[in-house]
């Protein structure tokens, strides 16, 4: 079968250089690297497709995403032993969580090998990673028992609205909400927790599905997570009126469930966390808490600790970069060790100074983007 040729839309930029690291030479890998800015890296999402059957409009609309898209062939993807090895490689610099990621994570075929190979990896001193992925829900149902089987610890579902009309609108291929639920009640049924789901909010669009979502989770122990509709990708048509700030969210949330912040749960932590309130005003953790996901409005670059590896196996350091490292070069020359694949990511990492959403705000928010070059969330992963 003949590849086909990459179209004007595609973001996929040509690769970075790669840093020169010394070959054949002992590179002192001690201690762990921290990037430009002091942070560590403890945080790596491997997309593994750049498919997927929704059509989200926020982040692959239909019109780009059509028949004529050329996604990546087979040949460019990472296999599971590549991703596996480049895993081990990150988990000796410091990663401790891996989330897979896409397109939609579970269409890539026999995903449960490549789980329990992941599952297997320790860090140095020996302890399991934090092994979760993000799906949109639609296999879930099927797939949720062979994937604990497979060792994954949790998953996070995203889910933009409890209103078939809305949900099936935003998904665009008129997918019904009845099915995500089922998968949500499966990955429960199999133990995947704890559960969360991510519901990106668009002004004018499922704003009004806010309260019902978050009446309809309180109380489960599922923690539901607002999401700032962000100007990733180029392809979505981002404009701040569509932003629906999270502020505003908890406004609306306390008219009718009051809350209390609660501290984050470890640094790094995207979401800024809030717990149902009882009647004394206090956190009641039988009822649970939400979280708010504020990209646009309230950067949290300062310890961001994720680096995310794309479907063909190129390194992005900020989700909101153009261009990445191309490690699958590496990762197939059979002269490279693993030695210099890990002195290449320490050296990446140490160079990294993204602050994407942080140097935005500065400018103020709505200053933020337009069209530029910068990848499509499918392609790197959320
Ligand atoms: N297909 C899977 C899913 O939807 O869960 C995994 C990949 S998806 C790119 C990961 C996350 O990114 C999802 O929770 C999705 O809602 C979120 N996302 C995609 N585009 C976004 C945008 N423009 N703003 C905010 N979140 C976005
Ligand atoms: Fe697919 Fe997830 Fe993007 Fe929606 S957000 S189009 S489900 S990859
Ligand atoms: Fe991290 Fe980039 Fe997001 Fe800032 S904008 S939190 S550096 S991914």
Known sequence: MSERVIPLVDQRHPSLPLPATVQGHSHDLNPLPLDGLRRPLT???????????????????????????????????????????????????????????GGEPLLRKNIEILIKQLAALRTPDGQPLDLTLTTNGSLLARKAQSLKDAGLQRVTVSLDGLD????????????????????????????????????????GTNEHEILPMARHFRGTGIVLRFIEYMDVGATNGWCMDEVLPSAEVIRLLQTELPLVQLDPSAPGETAERWGYANAQGEHDPSLGEVGVISSVTQAFCGDCNRARL??????????????????????????????????TVDAIWRGRTDQYSRLRSLRGPDTASGPGRRVEMSYIGG
């Not at 609309?61 to 059509?66: A, L, Q, R, T, V």
């Not at 998904?171 to 009845?178: E, G, I, K, L, T």
């Open 310 to 343: 794309s479907t063909e196996g190129r390194l992005y350091l900020c989700l909101f970069a153009s261009q990445g490292y191309d490690l699958r070069q590496l990762l197939r020359d059979p002269t490279q060790s693993d030695t210099t694949l890990a002195a």
């Open 164 to 203: 078939d009309a809305v949900f099936r609108s935003m998904n665009d291929v008129d997918f019904p909400v009845a099915d995500v639920l089922a998968g949500i009640e499966a990955a429960r049924a199999a133990d995947l927790g704890p559960i969360k789901v991510n519901m990106v909010v668009k002004r």
């Open 43 to 101: 945080d790596l999402r491997i997309s593994v497709t750049d498919r997927c059957n929704f059509r989200c409009s926020y982040c692959m609309p239909k019109e780009i995403f059509d028949k004529d898209y050329a996604y990546l062939p087979h040949s460019h993807l990472l296999s599971f032993e590549e991703i596996t090895r480049i895993a081990t490689v990150f988990v000796g610099r410091g990663v401790r969580k891996i989330r897979l990621t």
